[in-house]
């Protein structure tokens, strides 16, 4: 199974998450642009956000959440 890098800021620490746990998100900021993320969630139940380019975000095959 496939492992996704995240940095964990409250650990500093990168971690690696297995794919089952991570879904593809879009964030729109205040001027009304489109950022284009990964979510995952850590043992301890903490939420985990990664940015990413649009094209590599589109060639995940991830659920979106």
């Known amino acids: 199974m496939a492992q ?3 940095y964990d800021v409250k650990t500093r620490q990168k971690v690696s998450l297995p794919e089952s746990d991570v879904v593809k998100t879009t964030f729109t900021t ?4 489109t ?4 979510r995952g969630k850590t043992k301890d139940g903490r939420m985990l956000t990664k ?3 649009k094209s590599d975000w ?3 095959k991830l659920p979106e959440g």
């Not at 205040?30 to 642009?33: R, S, T």
């Not at 950022?35 to 990964?38: D, K, M, S």
Request: no cysteine; proline share 0%.
């Open 51 to 53: 940015f990413v380019s």
């Open 4 to 6: 996704v890098e995240f």
């Open 58 to 60: 589109e060639s995940m």
């Open 30 to 33: 205040k001027n009304g642009q």
């Open 35 to 38: 950022r284009y993320g990964l």
